[in-house]
């Protein structure tokens, strides 16, 4: 069966500090991998995508950035974090078999709080 | 622009009907999907409609009228688990989901 794990669940960092969330798919091949950030009372914000290795389309100009060196890992980074970078950071892979419609399945979330 | 609005919180009894409520309004459709999120966990799928109708699965229920830009979730038989926020997105005619904010379901005794 197919999982997807992201880390770290929780964290606490300073403005103007680095982050770096990773994800792993595991049980699918070539999977399309996405990262969304959701807001309090906001609905998921689509940050990044990407259907393989190396290929990343990025949905909103921010300071943030996304990688996939490995076809089944997928981080997202910042260089330096901002108090508006705050929020829940969910991972997400959809089969590519599955079309245009399938279904997203989420990692656990990573609840980012800069201070 | 593209909207998609449902309410913010709703309350029912445990062991009763709820309905929820989504209208969008979209650059093209090519389906309505509904999530189940916990506190504090990550979005579940519950259904996805792109036709009109009634989709049914199990004490879980999706409507769609396209015509109106509508869709409804109804849960029976209320549990207390339920009691979550649930998410309703719509897919665009770049095939890119576009999200509401979420209704969260208050389930009481």
């Known amino acids: 069966s197919q999982t997807i794990h992201q880390w770290p669940a929780t964290l606490v960092q300073p403005v103007g500090s680095p982050l770096s969330l990773e994800c792993t798919v595991e049980?699918?091949?070539?999977?399309?991998l996405y990262w969304y950030r959701q807001a309090a009372g906001r609905g998921l914000q689509l940050l990044f995508y990407s259907v393989g290795i190396g290929q990343i389309s990025s949905e909103v100009p921010q300071n943030l950035s996304a990688s996939r060196p490995q076809d089944r890992q997928f981080i997202l980074s910042s260089k330096k974090l901002l108090l508006s970078d705050s929020g829940f950071y969910l991972c997400?892979?959809?089969?590519?078999?599955?079309?245009?419609?399938?279904?997203?399945?989420f990692g656990e979330g990573s609840r980012l709080t800069v201070l | 622009g593209q909207n998609i609005d449902q309410p913010t919180e709703m309350t029912a009894t445990e062991g009763a009907i709820v309905q929820i409520n989504c209208t969008y309004q979209t650059s093209g459709f090519n389906g309505l999907f509904w999530y189940q999120q916990h506190a504090g966990e990550a979005p579940t799928f519950l259904s996805y409609?792109?036709l009109d109708g009634l989709e049914e699965k199990g004490r879980f229920s999706s409507f769609l009228s396209r015509s109106k830009g509508y869709s409804y979730l109804l849960l029976k038989e209320l549990q207390m688990k339920d009691s979550a926020s649930y998410l309703c997105a719509v897919m665009d005619s770049n095939y890119q989901l576009i999200w509401g904010a979420g209704t969260k379901l208050i389930i009481k005794p």
């Open positions: 409609n792109v």
């Open positions: 997400a892979w959809k089969s590519p078999l599955a079309g245009d419609t399938g279904e997203l399945f």
């Open positions: 049980g699918t091949s070539n999977p399309n």
